[in-house]
């Protein structure tokens, strides 16, 4: 039994589809990076998942039960900005959010606070609270109720890089808990280091649905970034406009380019015919924000 399956989910505004006929099963125990730019869908269809909202088309199982369902308490969710009473302090939040359901105990939420590295913090008052102190307590109340599945939607957005890596420890000690993760970001560096599974969504379609490591490799087996530095930077700049190549000038004069992986080697002959004394031409390892966006960008197809 699959732990989140979505079968054709479709949400339509009017004539918009915000997400199009999107399909995926994740197993038990699996952490999962929900990606793509800003309006591609992610949230709205978290949202279905969630069961704060019901899909135009398609439908949804949780834990094999289908959504909307009573098993919402197995399901911890953090969708959008988390919102609190802003005149209670964090505990009194968390007690107040247990309360409604029953059978947290006061522990429980300390351990919780602490979990998230709030057990300073929470005696304030949430309205004195930093955006990043709002996500950790979110997601705190996210896992009050000892949830078998995460939904999470940017839970890191306003923390800084430490808090960031503090998020991704505490993910990964949920996940080996057999806790089923779906998080969604557009930050790529941040699923990164997290996820070994992305599914990729870009205009409601979700384009890629696999191994990160081999969206990787397939994006970069289509093209490559180059680094080339020319004792003529002007005539590396004019060979490159002629040949019709797009480049992004760094500095120093140094200049980057992006070209299919195949043709590497000719254009570089041909920029050594046009005249131009190359220093250096190097292949640069991209990271998986500029290969995601190149990925986007050249056709916007699944790879
Ligand atoms: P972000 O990273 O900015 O949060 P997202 O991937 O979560 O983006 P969604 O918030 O799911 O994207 O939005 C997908 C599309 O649906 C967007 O074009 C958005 O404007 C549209 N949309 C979302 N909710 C509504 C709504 N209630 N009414 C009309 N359009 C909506």
Redo the contacts with the bound molecule.
Sequence with gaps: MSAISAQNLT?R??K????DGISFDIEQGEIVGFL????????????MLAGL?KPSKGSSTILGKKVPSSSLLEVGTMI?EPSFYGYMTGRDNLRHAAKMHGGVSDKHIDEMLSFVSMDQASNKRVRAYSQGMRQRLGLARALLWRPKVLLL??PTNGLDPVGIAEIRENLRTIAHEGVTILI?S?ILAELEKLVERILA?ER?KLLYDGPLQQMLKRIDEKTVTYFLDALNPDALKYALSHLNIDFQSLDGGAIQVVIPQNDAASVISRLIQEGVQLIEARRITDNLEGAYLRLLKEDGRPV
């Design positions: 949400k505004y009017g918009k589809h915000a997400v793509g730019p800003n309006g591609a869908g992610k949230t709205t269809t978290l949202r909202i959008e939607d940017e969604s557009h969504v409601g």
